[in-house]
């Protein structure tokens, strides 16, 4: 895949990420902040190499699709900053809707969260977007309790993908 798509790809997810604070009318100073933070933390995704997936967890995935679900989201994404950071970071996240913010043409965007035994242990996102003529499928903010449950919650987001390339952030 030609660097040009990866790059039109990420820049196309982060302004989607920027504009639940950018386009608010009246952003707070902490959800500004936690944004900061936020985008420091993004990467370049690179295309994916196969790894080992570990089927023997006893998760459930789910796809964020209502307000209870998208807070469970933010909570455990938010741990994947230092405890003093969380609190912006979570202002952050409590902005970002997939329902009221207005998505680019030929953009698909899915959060999942996993749970085990009915308690949330993992977040990540499938952001997929149309580049030169080919679907490029995007995972990124992987964030779970373990390394076992963030390459479960890869896979499942990688057998979502509707693109024949797949590029990931580095976890």
């Not at 989607?16 to 386009?23: C, E, K, T």
């Not at 680019?104 to 242990?121: F, H, S």
Request: charged share 25%; glycine share 2%.
């Amino acid at each position: 895949m030609a660097n040009a798509a990866i790059d039109s790809h990420f820049k196309r997810k982060q302004r989607w990420m920027a504009s639940h604070v950018q386009d608010a009318k009246f952003p707070t100073k902490e959800s500004l902040e936690g944004h900061s933070l936020y985008q420091k933390t993004e990467r370049l995704p690179v295309e994916h190499n196969n790894s080992q997936e570990n089927t023997d967890l006893n998760l459930t995935f789910h796809r964020v699709d209502c307000h209870p679900l998208m807070i469970r989201y933010a909570v455990t994404l938010s741990k994947a900053w230092p405890e003093t950071q969380r609190p912006l970071i979570l202002e952050y996240l409590s902005q970002v809707s997939l329902t009221d913010q207005e998505v680019e043409n030929n953009t698909k965007i899915a959060l999942y969260l996993a749970t085990q035994d009915g308690m949330p242990v993992g977040v990540g996102m499938l952001f997929e977007s149309l580049e030169d003529q080919d679907w490029v499928s995007g995972i990124y903010d992987i964030t779970a309790e373990n390394s076992d449950i963030s390459n479960a919650m890869l896979h499942f987001l990688i057998r979502r993908a509707e693109a024949k390339s797949v590029v990931c952030s580095p976890m």
